[in-house]
């Protein structure tokens, strides 16, 4: 299930006695850069049309001129933040735990 479907899913369920009010600006802003990083601004292989959609609506009530410029900043910034991590920081720094009740998949 991609990020974009989560956080629709999610407003809907935070704005259930009206969930056809649009995120404030400051929460469109914070979705927006979550939807960029995590499908690599769009260009990642997992990318779906749902978060081209998505990315154009919070982009329009965040008041976003330039998606690329922004996608930039916020590579640029986690660039910033990966310099600093030691090799094993950086292999694992993603890693999830998963488990499982049987061996079998």
């Not at 999610?10 to 649009?22: I, K, L, W």
């Amino acid at each position: 299930r991609h990020l974009s479907m989560g956080i629709h899913d999610y407003y809907h369920r935070a704005h259930f006695p009206n969930p056809r009010s649009p995120p404030s600006y400051e929460v469109a802003g914070m979705l927006l850069c979550a939807i960029l990083s995590d499908t690599l601004n769009l260009q990642g292989p997992t990318t779906t049309e749902w978060d081209r959609l998505m990315v154009a609506v919070l982009s329009e009530i965040a008041q976003v001129k330039d998606i690329q410029l922004l996608a930039s900043q916020q590579f640029k910034a986690k660039s910033k933040e990966l310099a600093g991590l030691s090799a094993h920081g950086l292999v694992n720094g993603d890693q999830k735990n998963f488990s499982f009740k049987t061996d079998l998949f």
